[in-house]
């Protein structure tokens, strides 16, 4: 048996697995994918895109996206149908050109797919390195689904077994649960949050820990916490992931 194999927590792919028939809304399923999918699929963005790549009209593709950038959101993602239609139909090029098996792209600086610098959305696409394309044909409704995952690092590293034992969960999941339309934060949710409760969701979608945010904001760890507790209770959320996806318009 291969040694990464031998070497993988079992349980805790089973725990993973069995945690995705629990999902019922897509902050759930931003949240699981963060806090459980990322160890074994590490990656910053999920795009998908599904629909009938195969006509010859117009695109009618829709798209879902889970971020946890903050620049790269559900809205952006509407607000660039043509990019998003070009990027998501290349890249089922690619996975068609390997026999329809899933693939890496690393070094993404060096790839066809920056060079449409023009472009608001792919300038943001520059802060992400390598992508995994993994796509999934369903004959009976005659379309096809593409799942790419994008990372900062600049090699794209996973192992084939985990692809084959999580990727039909994610996409039972995103079948199940309802898919995001073109919206915006409330204007009412963002006002129920203080000047200091802005800051620290701020850095919060940055990256940054609890000592981190108080050291930037010159405030105790535990007035961090209290602030958090707070923001929490206003937007009816109990971790800090589903509160950064609802205020990126996850």
Partial sequence: MDMEVKNIHWENVFSIIQHSYSIQKHVDFFTWLQEHVNEYIPHDMLLTGWGDFSSNESPQFKYDVASNLSDINTQVIFEAPHEIDAL????????????????????????????????????????????????????????????????????????????????PHIDN????????????????????????????IHWVKSGKTNHEIGLILQISQNTVKSHLKRIFSKLNVSRRAQAVAILAGQ
């Fill in 173 to 200: 999941v995103l079948r199940r649960i309802q898919h995001l339309e073109p919206a915006v934060v409330q204007t009412a949710t963002l006002a129920e949050l203080s000047i200091r409760e802005l800051e620290i």
């Fill in 88 to 167: 998501i139909l290349y890249l089922h090029q690619c996975w068609m050109n390997n026999c329809r098996r899933w693939l890496t792209i690393n070094d993404l600086n060096n790839h066809e797919i920056s060079s449409n610098s023009d472009s608001i959305f792919f300038n943001r696409l520059k802060q992400l390195n390598s992508l995994l394309i993994y796509g999934v044909s369903d004959v009976r409704g005659q379309n096809e689904c593409l799942y790419v995952f994008f990372s900062r690092e600049k090699v794209f590293e996973v192992q084939d077994f985990v692809m084959g034992l999580l990727m």
